[in-house]
């Protein structure tokens, strides 16, 4: 998630005194603490370190997994600096955008079971936004999931949505999916013709939430319960609102002070269907194996994922290293917090990195771990 005219507005107008400290009780994690026992653990232990020397996050957290080996993951430093608790293995993160793909998923699910297909028009599903979204008769499942729709993108567009989240953080993270839509997207024009240009906007995903939730019954948090979670026993992965101080703080610098930035990435994404995954190295790393050996979705419906316009697939990216590796994934960027889930099929490899300071990290190592 792209969102650097909105930290712009956050570090002018806000101090540190403005974080506030959370008294919640932390419910029990359930994966593995140590990977000492794993055949190449010297050997990826120097990967992190590798990454974590490269740039300046308060903790981070490196997790492999190729498919002729067991899953490692590692981790740097501390996860919360006011109470001085380490980052561990098994800290959840906000992934951020790496929830498109899960999103994505329960989409590509209801395509496989007849729900609608990839080219069902926005009006044949929510007949209603034919009076709220310009040529919604025109816009695809497709778009709304590749970013071809013409739908704006809030935290980059509109500044009533910059400044409530500034202002009044809660505000925003009071808001559903459609609560979202209808005071930031409806009646607005868009950015391009459908299917006509890409635009990045996390609004394509209020809008898929919508989508599955009507064809379903069920909540989106329930969808993916049913289809990624609980088969994968992903049992450190949610979505909806939780108060869980597990999961680590995010920051980033107002001047030359590191901050508390967590209160903001909270109000933009927790429960959000574009970025309000929770997860653990662990379990993205289950994930990740599952999509990509066709555990989850048919071969035909990966495919469709990988197609991509702009470098955006169904709910993922193509990815080229600096050294030409050619991999499939997520990243998540906000505030205070990157997240990354990558595939690379000629290695067989996924890898997950997740650093605690926002804005975008120096990513070489990706490159050491696949020579």
């Known amino acids: 998630m792209k969102i ?34 794993h055949p190449n653990n010297s050997l990826y232990a120097a990967f992190l370190d590798s990454y974590v020397s490269a740039n300046q996050a308060p903790g981070s957290i490196l997790g492999i997994k190729k498919w002729n080996e067991p899953a490692w993951v590692g981790s740097y430093g501390q996860s919360n600096i006011e109470t001085g608790t380490n980052m561990t293995p098994c800290t959840p993160f906000r992934t951020g955008s790496v929830t498109k793909m899960f999103t994505a998923v329960v989409v590509m699910k209801l395509v496989e079971e007849g729900k609608f297909t990839l080219e069902t028009t926005l009006t044949q599903l929510l007949p209603e936004m034919n009076e709220n979204i310009p ?12 970013h071809t729709s013409g739908l704006k993108q809030p935290t980059d567009d509109d500044v009533r949505y910059q400044t ?15 609560e979202r839509l209808e005071n930031y997207i409806y009646d607005n024009e868009l950015k391009n013709q459908p299917g006509a240009g890409c635009y990045y906007s996390n609004a394509g995903y209020w809008m898929l939430q919508l989508i599955i ?7 989106l948090q329930q969808n993916m319960e049913e289809i990624i979670f609980q088969p994968l026993l992903m049992h450190d992965t949610y979505l909806e609102k939780r108060d869980d101080t597990n999961v680590s703080r995010g920051y980033n610098f107002s001047g030359n002070k590191l901050m508390d930035v967590s209160q903001w990435d909270r109000a933009d994404s927790d429960g959000d269907p574009a970025a309000g995954i929770i997860s653990t190295a662990s379990d993205l790393l289950k994930f990740g194996e599952a999509l990509f050996t066709n555990q ?8 469709e994922m990988k197609i991509t316009i702009c470098d955006f697939g169904l709910g993922m990216e193509s990815w080229v290293t600096e050294e030409g590796n050619s991999g499939y994934g997520k990243n998540g960027s906000s505030l205070g917090v990157d ?6 099929p000629e290695n067989e490899t996924a890898i997950v990195i997740f650093s605690n300071f926002g804005g975008g990290n120096y990513k070489q190592v990706i490159d050491e771990i696949l020579e």
């Open 4 to 37: 650097i005219l909105l930290s712009s507005f956050i570090f002018v107008g806000i101090s540190l005194s403005s974080c506030t400290k959370e008294e919640i009780p932390q419910p029990e994690l359930s994966c593995e603490e140590s990977y000492t026992s």
């Open 339 to 344: 997240a990354n889930l990558i595939y690379f």
């Open 213 to 219: 939730e009507k064809k379903t019954g069920h909540s």
């Open 296 to 303: 989850i979705l048919s071969e035909e419906s990966l495919a």
């Open 135 to 146: 040529q919604a008769g025109s816009i695809t499942v497709r778009q709304l999931l590749n």
């Open 164 to 178: 409530s989240l500034i202002n009044n953080p809660d505000d925003i993270g009071n808001m559903d999916a459609g």
